[in-house]
């Protein structure tokens, strides 16, 4: 039973370096089970943060001693995530290869399934580009999550 409008925050900052993901995954993973998010809106959560860190980690190259911010918000219909990182300039709306998911895995495409998938489940809220940060806000609905597609 949820209030009417009960939200539950996330705000944290994590060293930009492997470590990074498995730190944001274990906050994210805390926060969902404390919002008794529904398993399904809970799995997609954990795999949209743990790609966009992981890219941002890996082909962000931002310097190593800079922050990835991560703000969760979940509200009873949605979960907004923000991102921002000092990594190369990103903007998932025009810097992503156009290809659905299935098709990256039909060509045995190594990776490159993460934003397809992140991009079916989210809807992309803002990106900018500012003193020299990307910062990135999606939102993922839950009701969605809650059917089995």
């Known amino acids: 039973q949820h209030k009417p409008d009960s939200s539950m925050l996330l705000k944290d900052s994590f060293t930009a370096d492997v ?3 498995s730190k944001a995954l274990a906050a994210a993973r805390r926060l969902a089970e404390q919002a008794a998010l529904p398993r399904v809106a809970r799995v997609r959560l954990l795999l949209i943060v743990e790609e966009i860190l992981a890219n941002t980690v890996t082909h962000g190259q931002p310097p190593l001693d800079s922050l990835i911010g991560l703000r969760i918000e979940i509200r009873n219909d ?3 995530i923000q991102v921002q990182d000092a990594g190369a300039p990103f903007d ?4 992503i290869p156009v290809t659905s998911r299935d098709s990256a895995v039909e060509a045995g495409v ?3 399934a993460g934003w397809p998938m992140i991009l079916e489940w989210c809807a ?3 990106y900018e580009r500012a003193e020299g940060l990307n910062r990135l806000g999606l939102t993922l609905p839950v009701s969605d999550s809650t059917s089995n597609r």
């Not at 998932?92 to 810097?95: C, E, H, I, L, T």
Request: proline share 6%; glycine share 12%; no cysteine.
């Open 19 to 21: 470590q990074a993901v």
């Open 78 to 80: 949605h979960v907004r």
């Open 92 to 95: 998932p709306r025009r810097d």
């Open 110 to 112: 190594e990776g490159g």
């Open 124 to 126: 992309i809220e803002s």
